[in-house]
């Protein structure tokens, strides 16, 4: 059992670069999530996804998007980056889609913009 | 609305105590309680339910007060790898959350020897 599993690690992208972010759990979780932390400012929720086929943004989503093909694998992309977008991105997943379940992280993807 | 974490930093020394608490303006269903080390991912600790059912680490309590929507990690006779920040997120009440957690802004926990 890997878990939540993000790809890749680490990451420089230039401005206006657009890429993908990784995310898969092999735990059958319905619930998905991607946040992303800076200094000082916790961890901020940007999209997740309650199932194959069903997403919604979180309190920060603009300039990413995300699809649920799968239930194991919830992609998140950045359209065209800007340094504002440099930081740690981490996935997470949930047992259930409802309320009051553990919620267990990945280990983030370290993103700088330049 | 992210939920108010007190206090932003602790500094123990080993086999001290610490309380940390977390606060939501909102009706919260439940508090979670995360533990971060420097460069790691978050680690799930404890989470806790409105009517007051617990899951979670077998050293560490804490306490949820529904009335209030607040919550308390106690964290007792420190050990050095009490080390790290600690989060509190919180799922709300409503009924088209579908889950998802907002988490507080952190309190950064040092045990010294």
């Known amino acids: 059992n890997a878990g939540v599993t993000q790809t890749p690690k680490f990451q420089v992208l230039k401005t206006g670069q657009s890429m993908t972010l990784q995310c898969a759990q092999d735990m059958n979780h319905e619930y998905m999530s991607w946040y992303r932390q800076d200094p000082g400012m916790g961890l901020r929720l940007i999209h997740y996804s309650v199932g194959a086929g069903i997403t919604d943004q979180g309190e920060v989503p603009n300039g990413y998007n995300v699809s649920r093909s799968t239930t194991e694998d919830f992609p998140l992309r950045l359209l065209s980056a800007a340094p504002s977008q440099t930081s740690v991105y981490f996935c997470a997943s949930k047992a259930g889609r409802a309320i009051g379940y553990e919620q267990y992280f990945g280990p983030g993807t370290r993103l700088t913009v330049t | 609305q992210q939920p108010v974490q007190s206090p932003q930093a602790v500094i123990l020394r080993e086999g001290e105590d610490a309380v940390i608490n977390c606060s939501s303006s909102k009706a919260l269903y439940s508090v979670h309680w995360y533990r971060q080390k420097h460069g790691e991912a978050p680690v799930f600790l404890m989470i806790?339910?409105?009517?007051?059912e617990q899951k979670g680490h077998e050293k560490i309590s804490a306490s949820f007060n529904e009335k209030k929507q607040q919550s308390s990690l106690y964290l007792t006779a420190s050990q050095l790898s009490y080390s790290g920040t600690y989060f509190c997120?919180?799922?709300?009440?409503?009924?088209?959350?579908?889950?998802?957690?907002?988490f507080g802004q952190g309190t950064i926990l040092t045990v010294h020897p």
């Open positions: 997120g919180t799922e709300d009440a409503g009924g088209t959350s579908y889950g998802k957690l907002t």
């Open positions: 806790l339910l409105k009517g007051g």
